[in-house]
């Protein structure tokens, strides 16, 4: 059998974005890494969402989402307000600054350079994720800061973990942090079906903590 090293997916090119949508209540807000554009005619976009996020949930439900593009200058607080808790507990745009795209959803006001507004036409079941095959319906370019990148999330805005305080008492990791939101679970080994309580990332998005 041929030798898969999961490594190898991690030098794929990936943005980083805030996906905003409605339960038909409140205003929800997620954050994603996995947006695409698949064909330019008709102008279409993929985006995979994890069915643990309850995004998944009402983009199902309404068939529409925007996608905010973030950029270099959006600090960590944005990725702990979108990532770190779940719309269903938190209403992720109290006391926050918004204006609406005309089809009624949130576009950040700060720390993006453009949005697209997305009609769902198909959805493809992926079995822990759903992606969603998009019409772009509006986009707009606000500025032209650069593009926050996962990479650069990594190396600039994500704080790094802490020194260890004490040799580890084997050559086994003393546990493994989330690369998507930092989120560290203590123990080895990793379980193959560890779901980040945070970002609702799956075991592969683990890396050792040594």
Request: proline share 3%; no cysteine.
């Given at each position: 059998m041929a030798n898969i090293d999961n490594k190898a997916l991690y030098n794929i090119g990936y943005g980083l974005y805030v996906i905003t949508s409605n339960d038909g209540v409140k205003h929800n807000g997620m954050i994603c890494n996995t947006v695409i554009q698949l064909t330019g005619t008709p102008l279409t976009v993929g985006v995979t969402i994890n069915k643990s996020n309850y995004t998944c949930d009402i983009v199902q439900s309404t068939g529409i989402m925007n996608v905010n593009l973030l950029t270099e200058s959006a600090p960590f607080s944005i990725f702990e307000k979108y990532g770190?808790?779940?719309?269903?507990?938190?209403?992720?745009?109290?006391?926050?600054?918004?204006?609406?795209?005309?089809?009624?959803?949130?576009?950040?006001?700060?720390?993006?350079?453009?949005?697209?507004?997305?009609?769902?036409?198909?959805?493809?079941d992926l079995g822990t994720h759903v992606m969603f095959i998009c019409d772009v319906t509006e986009a707009e370019v606000i500025?032209?800061?650069?593009?926050?990148?996962?990479?650069?999330?990594?190396?600039?805005?994500?704080?790094?973990p802490a020194a260890k305080t004490a040799a580890p008492s084997s050559d086994a990791p003393r546990g493994y942090m989330c690369k998507i939101c930092g989120y560290v679970y203590e123990g080895h080994p990793l379980p193959e079906d560890f779901v980040c309580p945070l970002c609702k990332h799956p075991a592969s998005d683990f890396e050792p903590v040594e």
């Open positions: 770190f808790s779940s719309g269903r507990d938190v209403n992720k745009f109290e006391n926050t600054v918004y204006t609406l795209s005309e089809n009624g959803l949130t576009v950040l006001n700060e720390y993006i350079n453009s949005y697209m507004s997305l009609k769902v036409k198909q959805s493809i500025n032209n800061d650069p593009s926050m990148t996962y990479a650069y999330y990594h190396k600039n805005v994500k704080p790094k």
